[in-house]
């Protein structure tokens, strides 16, 4: 089911002309935004984070995925795009 979702994904985006990349979705919900600690003990239940580095607290452990990801897509966009870039 995600690799379809990707497919239409990559197909509509082309389509529209808007850029996208990809990005690795290891540890997304069990990294801390705010120190960027990595444990899987941080995702405390399917909608909890509570880092156990730090303390931060999220809304929702699905909405700290998100903001990694798109940090890491703000990341990988920047190097794709840095002079020499291949």
Request: glycine share 6%; charged share 20%.
């Amino acid at each position: 089911a995600f690799a379809q979702l990707g497919a239409f994904l990559t197909y509509k985006a082309a389509r529209a002309g808007v850029p996208m990349i990809q990005v690795d979705p290891r540890n997304t919900s069990r990294r801390c935004t705010a120190c960027g600690h990595i444990d899987k003990r941080n995702r405390t239940s399917q909608a909890r984070f509570v880092c156990r580095f730090c303390g931060y607290t999220a809304e929702h452990a699905d909405i700290l995925g998100s903001d990694n990801i798109a940090y890491r897509a703000a990341s990988t966009w920047a190097q794709s795009t840095a002079p020499g870039a291949a």
